[in-house]
């Protein structure tokens, strides 16, 4: 009986087709090698080969297979293997879409690449920080004397720049920023990031890189996973697992995988991209620029008809005028059309004229089309326009609110996924700090240091603790609550309180730029509402 997908995620098309696109080009999947071509696949174990030819038998009977016939009831005995691919013969899980077709489509559409890019940067391109553990935090604070307690944090300093290195170091290709952002761009692109881990001959963190997402699946049993690259197939397992044993390639300590996808209740295997929603503006997209391009490639010359009377053009003629229209007009501005035309007769008048189709301004066909597009390949990244590069008529209000939500609803989630998975790596280098992605700042320096100043004042933070966020080393004393002179108490409380009558007319009065988020709205679209 031949072998065939019986899980819920393997097997459904593409909607556009599974290996094509609407520009018509071909996107492989190099899974879907079958018969003799995985023999071909270098690497393999003696031990896995022969269980594969094994299983190659035993997928089929002699009665469904056709054996060439020869003289005297003589016939081949051999078996047809041409349906079994590499997603039988390593026991991984097809997914539902073609993923070489997003990661070609995220260099086709200039909104998904945008969209892709600002999310990148936003989540992990900003770099990261190393803070203290709950357990380190708590050694701190019960430090018997501020000089220990210094002495502590210049300690603590010494080991995060060490371990900054540390990581630097286990990639000689890339940084480790780097790599995040390779790993994400395939989870934006394709639903899937994938981080590999390598360790040492001790069983130490040895290696971190980044693994393309096109060129892995996931195995049926969660047991690992397997990356197809030309004829060399390689065998992964999961994040600290140390005990499976890799059943293709027989090698004894295989690399690990931490596996990032974005959730569907579709499929427990693989993510899927947000562009999958917006899969229909993405094809008419594709289709309008196309029309466009089209358009100027065959209609350069001038839109005009020739309409003659009494005119009897020879064959030469009618090829020459042709081929001027065809060729010699394509791409040349302002060429002249000499036609000789013969003299009138007394009988016959000869009349010959260009007429103009298209006289007018010609613009850019759908273009309102094309902006519903950009807009609906933004909405289903949640990606608001002001972090596209996009200049419109957008109020200052507007886009602050638009990045307020950009920044809670879509990258703080994010970053706290990726934490989870990167602070596992962290975990077995030391037991002292954990990963934290540094965030999307939406007030400028001045307020940065407004805001600080208030804190220390309120008592709410020390200003040790605001000395670290500006990446200041600590003073002596730092780690203490101000405590505010009476005067200074009263003037801080007057303020909380905005209860002087200077201070209120001077913060009604404030521009939009000082800090506030609420902006006013443009002259003439009246007062704003409360």
């Given at each position: 009986?031949?072998?065939?997908?019986v899980?819920?995620?393997?097997?459904?098309?593409f909607?556009f087709?599974?290996?094509t696109s609407?520009?018509g080009?071909t996107?492989a999947?190099?899974f879907?090698i079958?018969?003799e071509e995985l023999?071909?696949i270098e690497k393999?174990?003696a031990?896995?080969?022969?269980?594969l030819?094994?299983?190659?038998?035993?997928g089929?009977t002699?009665?469904e297979?056709?054996h060439?016939?020869?003289?005297?009831?003589?016939r081949?005995?051999?078996y047809?293997i041409d349906y079994?691919?590499?997603?039988d013969a390593?026991?991984v899980?097809?997914p539902?879409?073609?993923?070489d077709?997003?990661a070609?489509?995220?260099?086709?559409n200039s909104a998904?690449?945008a969209a892709?890019?600002a999310?990148?940067?936003?989540?992990?391109?900003l770099?990261y920080t190393?803070?203290e553990?709950?357990?380190t935090?708590e050694?701190l604070a019960?430090?018997?004397s501020?000089a220990?307690?210094?002495s502590?944090t210049?300690?603590?300093a010494?080991?995060?720049?060490?371990?900054?290195?540390?990581?630097d170091?286990m990639?000689n290709?890339y940084?480790?920023i780097e790599t995040?952002?390779?790993v994400?761009i395939?989870y934006?692109?394709?639903?899937n990031?994938y981080i590999?881990?390598?360790?040492t001959?001790s069983g130490q963190i040895?290696y971190?890189?980044h693994?393309?997402?096109?060129t892995?699946?996931?195995?049926?049993?969660?047991?690992?996973?397997v990356?197809?690259v030309?004829?060399?197939?390689?065998y992964?397992?999961?994040f600290?697992d140390l005990?499976?044993k890799d059943?293709i390639n027989?090698?004894?300590?295989?690399?690990?995988?931490?596996?990032i996808?974005?959730?569907t209740?579709?499929?427990?295997?693989y993510?899927?991209?947000d562009?999958?929603p917006?899969?229909?503006?993405?094809?008419g997209?594709?289709f309008?620029q196309r029309?466009?391009?089209?358009?100027?490639e065959?209609k350069a010359?001038?839109?005009y008809?020739?309409?003659?009377k009494?005119l009897?053009?020879?064959?030469?003629q009618q090829?020459?005028?042709?081929e001027?229209?065809?060729?010699?007009?394509?791409?040349?501005?302002?060429?002249?059309?000499?036609v000789?035309?013969?003299?009138?007769s007394?009988?016959?008048?000869?009349d010959f004229?260009i007429?103009p189709?298209e006289a007018?301004k010609?613009e850019?066909?759908?273009?309102d089309?094309?902006k519903?597009n950009?807009?609906e390949?933004?909405?289903?990244?949640r990606v608001?326009l002001?972090?596209?590069?996009?200049?419109e008529d957008?109020q200052q209000?507007?886009?602050?609110a638009?990045d307020?939500?950009?920044k809670s609803?879509?990258?703080a989630?994010?970053?706290?996924?990726l934490e989870?998975?990167?602070?596992?790596?962290i975990?077995e280098l030391?037991?002292?700090?954990e990963?934290s992605l540094?965030?999307?700042?939406l007030?400028d320096?001045q307020?940065?240091?407004?805001?600080a100043?208030?804190?220390?004042?309120n008592?709410?933070t020390?200003?040790n603790?605001e000395?670290k966020h500006?990446?200041?080393?600590?003073?002596?004393?730092?780690d203490?609550?101000v405590?505010?002179?009476?005067q200074q108490a009263a003037?801080?409380?007057?303020?909380?309180?905005?209860?002087?009558?200077?201070?209120a007319?001077?913060?009604a009065?404030?521009s939009?730029?000082s800090?506030?988020?609420?902006?006013?709205?443009?002259?003439?679209?009246?007062?704003k509402a409360?």
């Amino acid at each position: 009986m031949a072998v065939e997908h019986v899980d819920d995620d393997e097997g459904v098309e593409f909607s556009f087709g599974p290996n094509t696109s609407t520009a018509g080009q071909t996107y492989a999947d190099p899974f879907l090698i079958k018969g003799e071509e995985l023999r071909s696949i270098e690497k393999m174990s003696a031990t896995f080969k022969r269980g594969l030819t094994r299983k190659m038998q035993k997928g089929i009977t002699p009665e469904e297979v056709r054996h060439p016939e020869g003289r005297q009831g003589t016939r081949s005995q051999a078996y047809d293997i041409d349906y079994f691919t590499a997603y039988d013969a390593f026991q991984v899980v097809q997914p539902k879409f073609n993923l070489d077709y997003f990661a070609k489509a995220y260099e086709l559409n200039s909104a998904h690449y945008a969209a892709v890019w600002a999310k990148t940067s936003n989540i992990v391109g900003l770099g990261y920080t190393f803070k203290e553990t709950p357990a380190t935090v708590e050694k701190l604070a019960n430090a018997s004397s501020d000089a220990k307690r210094i002495s502590m944090t210049k300690k603590l300093a010494a080991a995060r720049l060490g371990l900054e290195q540390m990581l630097d170091s286990m990639n000689n290709d890339y940084t480790f920023i780097e790599t995040l952002e390779r790993v994400w761009i395939d989870y934006e692109t394709t639903g899937n990031g994938y981080i590999e881990i390598g360790r040492t001959s001790s069983g130490q963190i040895g290696y971190i890189g980044h693994v393309p997402s096109t060129t892995m699946r996931v195995r049926r049993a969660h047991d690992g996973y397997v990356q197809l690259v030309g004829n060399i197939v390689t065998y992964f397992r999961n994040f600290q697992d140390l005990k499976t044993k890799d059943p293709i390639n027989g090698v004894e300590q295989p690399n690990e995988i931490i596996h990032i996808k974005k959730y569907t209740p579709t499929s427990t295997y693989y993510g899927l991209s947000d562009l999958v929603p917006a899969l229909g503006a993405l094809a008419g997209d594709e289709f309008a620029q196309r029309f466009n391009l089209d358009y100027f490639e065959n209609k350069a010359v001038p839109r005009y008809i020739i309409v003659s009377k009494g005119l009897n053009v020879g064959v030469a003629q009618q090829k020459a005028m042709h081929e001027f229209f065809l060729t010699n007009l394509k791409g040349k501005n302002h060429r002249t059309l000499y036609v000789p035309l013969p003299a009138d007769s007394p009988d016959q008048k000869v009349d010959f004229e260009i007429k103009p189709i298209e006289a007018g301004k010609q613009e850019s066909s759908f273009a309102d089309y094309r902006k519903y597009n950009r807009d609906e390949i933004l909405m289903a990244h949640r990606v608001p326009l002001s972090k596209v590069s996009l200049s419109e008529d957008t109020q200052q209000a507007a886009a602050l609110a638009a990045d307020h939500g950009f920044k809670s609803q879509v990258c703080a989630p994010e970053q706290d996924k990726l934490e989870k998975r990167l602070n596992r790596i962290i975990k077995e280098l030391t037991d002292i700090f954990e990963i934290s992605l540094n965030e999307l700042t939406l007030t400028d320096e001045q307020a940065q240091s407004q805001i600080a100043e208030r804190r220390i004042r309120n008592q709410i933070t020390v200003p040790n603790e605001e000395r670290k966020h500006f990446g200041l080393p600590p003073i002596e004393g730092g780690d203490k609550i101000v405590e505010l002179k009476p005067q200074q108490a009263a003037d801080q409380t007057a303020n909380a309180g905005k209860t002087k009558a200077r201070d209120a007319e001077r913060s009604a009065g404030s521009s939009d730029s000082s800090g506030g988020t609420q902006g006013r709205n443009a002259q003439g679209q009246g007062r704003k509402a409360p």
